[in-house]
């Protein structure tokens, strides 16, 4: 009894490598090796935010540091901005929310009667008529 086997050896016939039979294969091995990685390495929108206003915020402060000579120079002009921009927002944003507030009041009433009137139609369809 033999332990080793001799098989007989077939010769592999290659294709060749600009056929269109292996540049679809490889194509397709290439787009799914891409899905893959993609899938990996998936990124976060909330991230990639939240770093590019931190990144505006740090341009800002140099533009300003850079601007006063010195970076407390540029913190106290940028505190001035938010100063005057909070206190011309203030005003600004009172008046939009009372606007806001009689707008959606106005609304309210108008679907209230709305809804009076439906009432009324449905009550007065469902009401026996006396003719019968």
């Known amino acids: 009894m033999s332990i080793f086997h001799r098989h007989q050896v077939v010769a592999a016939q290659a294709v060749p490598l600009d056929s269109p039979v292996v540049k679809a294969k490889v194509r397709e091995a290439y787009d799914q090796g891409r899905l893959e990685e993609r899938r990996r390495h998936h990124g976060s929108p909330m991230l990639t935010l939240l770093l590019v206003l931190v990144a ?3 341009a800002v402060t140099l533009y300003y540091s850079f601007r006063q000579g010195s ?3 540029g913190g106290a002009a940028i505190d001035t901005k938010i100063a005057q921009v909070s206190s011309n927002a203030g005003p600004t944003l009172q008046t939009a929310a009372a606007k806001a507030g009689a707008l959606a009041q106005t609304a309210g009433q108008k679907l209230q ?4 009137a439906i009432k009324q139609d449905v009550a007065s369809q469902n009401a026996p008529s006396n003719g019968q």
Do not use: K, P, T
């Open 71 to 73: 970076f407390m120079g």
């Open 113 to 116: 009667s709305q809804g009076q």
């Open 56 to 58: 505006a915020v740090g």
